[in-house]
């Protein structure tokens, strides 16, 4: 079946280094769409960035992403994390007539 | 401006009990409309999603049903409830089909005891 994973569900980073949090997928669909979603605490999750095209990278708010369909990947990047960026990340594949798949998500804590 | 409003902001049932919760979205015509459930410390699963009014698809039943009575509405309820649809309810909404993203309602906290 299409499903999304994102292996690491907790990510401790110290404040200034870079960020990596990863997602691959399985999907029979051709025509996709993925999104990272950011939740904060006791917040509804909002959209951090988008792609549908392959091999272009995507920017929001300091994120990267980039979609590798020769890979099935959709990591999520940052060169130097804040304390602000602390949240819930999910990754989120779009296929067929409007179903979304997220993955279990990943628990972003940057500390001082 | 778009505005995705849920109601009630929290609820506290018994087991057994009925439920509905709504979602009603402003300023955006003939939206898609989908409901999301979330666990307590888990991810988002969708339940359903609507591309017009009457019309409803379910994805993920978990015993509830959903209803679009009006454009910019959108209603998920159950007769009965169980101890597992305790969590977070998620309405959201998107402006097409293909990708477009979605944008989440402030949510609904149900426990049931």
């Known amino acids: 079946g299409d499903s999304v994973t994102q292996t690491e569900g907790l990510v401790t980073v110290t404040e200034g280094l870079p960020v990596k949090l990863n997602c691959t997928y399985q999907t029979t669909y051709l025509t996709i769409a993925f999104f990272w979603y950011v939740q904060y605490l006791n917040e509804a999750p909002q959209v951090l960035l988008k792609?549908?095209?392959?091999?272009k990278r995507t920017e929001h708010q300091g994120f990267h992403a980039t979609l590798h369909k020769s890979s099935s990947s959709f990591h999520l990047q940052k060169s130097s994390a804040q304390l602000s960026d602390s949240a819930l990340y999910y990754c989120?594949?779009?296929?067929?007539?409007?179903?979304?798949?997220f993955g279990a998500g990943t628990k972003l804590t940057i500390k001082p | 401006a778009q505005t995705i409003h849920q109601w009630p902001v929290a609820e506290i049932k018994a087991v057994g009990s009925p439920l509905s919760l709504g979602c009603t979205i402003k300023?955006?015509?003939?939206?898609?409309l989908y409901w999301y459930w979330q666990a307590t410390g888990g991810t988002l699963q969708q339940l359903f999603y609507s591309i017009t009014v009457g019309q409803v698809e379910s994805v993920v039943q978990l015993n509830l049903s959903a209803s679009r009575p009006k454009d910019d509405q959108f209603i998920l309820s159950t007769e009965k409830l169980l101890l597992s649809h305790s969590g977070f309810y998620l309405c959201?909404?998107?402006?097409?089909?293909?990708?477009?993203?979605?944008?989440f309602g402030p949510g609904t906290r149900l426990t049931v005891l």
């Open positions: 959201a909404w998107s402006a097409g089909l293909g990708g477009y993203e979605q944008y």
């Open positions: 989120a594949l779009i296929y067929g007539n409007e179903k979304i798949t």
């Open positions: 300023g955006k015509s003939s939206p898609n």
């Open positions: 792609s549908s095209t392959d091999n």
